[in-house]
T-cell receptor, first 111, second 111 residues
């Protein structure tokens, strides 16, 4: 079974802080993704990566950056957290055209 | 026009009923299709892939209509545990291995 692990289930941070969300997958998948999910807006893609050190912007990259130094780890960075970044963040990984597998999600609150 | 569109519902049906959802996609070159299930406050999980010839998994049947660009999900003999949000997911031909998620159809099975 594919295992995608996100570092925190719940996180509370303050406005202006730099926030790191970590994601690790154990299946050697080349593709990894970060989404946010908000009520009424569905899943929105922030960034994705198809290889180590490679990244591409998704639909809503503003205010975020990512890092993929190792194949198994994909980090999402909020450079200066703002209250409108309060959301559920979901990491996923995928091999080729196979289905995508999600982590448990991180509920992030920015105060 | 959205790349993937679903009726958000909610659908409220009695236990034992048959319920069907449709989902339309805009990119005729789309290659892979999936249905995911998401329970409240949980991550999306793969329900089933959708194959060109249609496929069945127990009480669940998925169909693909390339000419009309839609996929469908049929649930027979619905159970209380089928209550969830069902996400239609399409691998469009654009970009790397990016999946496009519909906003989901909310289903409640009533006793």
């Amino acid at each position: 079974d594919v295992k995608v692990t996100q570092s925190s289930r719940y996180l509370v941070k303050r406005t202006g802080e730099k926030v790191f969300l970590e994601c690790v997958q154990d299946m050697d998948h080349e593709n990894m993704f970060w989404y946010r999910q908000d009520p009424g807006l569905g899943l929105r893609l922030i960034y994705f990566s198809y290889d180590v050190k490679m990244k591409e912007k998704g639909d809503i990259p503003e205010g975020y950056s990512v890092s993929r130094e190792k194949k198994e780890r994909f980090s999402l960075i909020l450079e200066s957290a703002s209250t409108n970044q309060t959301s559920m963040y979901l990491c996923a990984s995928r091999f080729a055209r196979q289905p995508q597998h999600f982590g448990d999600g991180t509920r992030l609150s920015i105060l | 026009r959205k790349e993937v569109e679903q009726d958000p519902g909610p659908f409220n049906v009695p236990e034992g009923a048959t319920v069907a959802f449709n989902c339309t996609y805009s990119n005729s070159a789309s290659q892979s299709f999936f249905w995911y299930r998401q329970d409240c406050r949980k991550e999306p999980k793969l329900l089933m892939s959708v194959y060109s010839s249609g496929n069945e998994d127990g009480r669940f049947t998925a169909q693909l209509n390339r000419a009309s660009q839609y996929i469908s999900l049929l649930i027979r003999d619905s159970k209380l545990s089928d209550s969830a949000t069902y996400l239609c997911v399409v691998n469009t031909n654009q970009g790397a291995q990016k999946l496009v998620f519909g906003q989901g159809t909310r289903l409640t099975i009533n006793p």
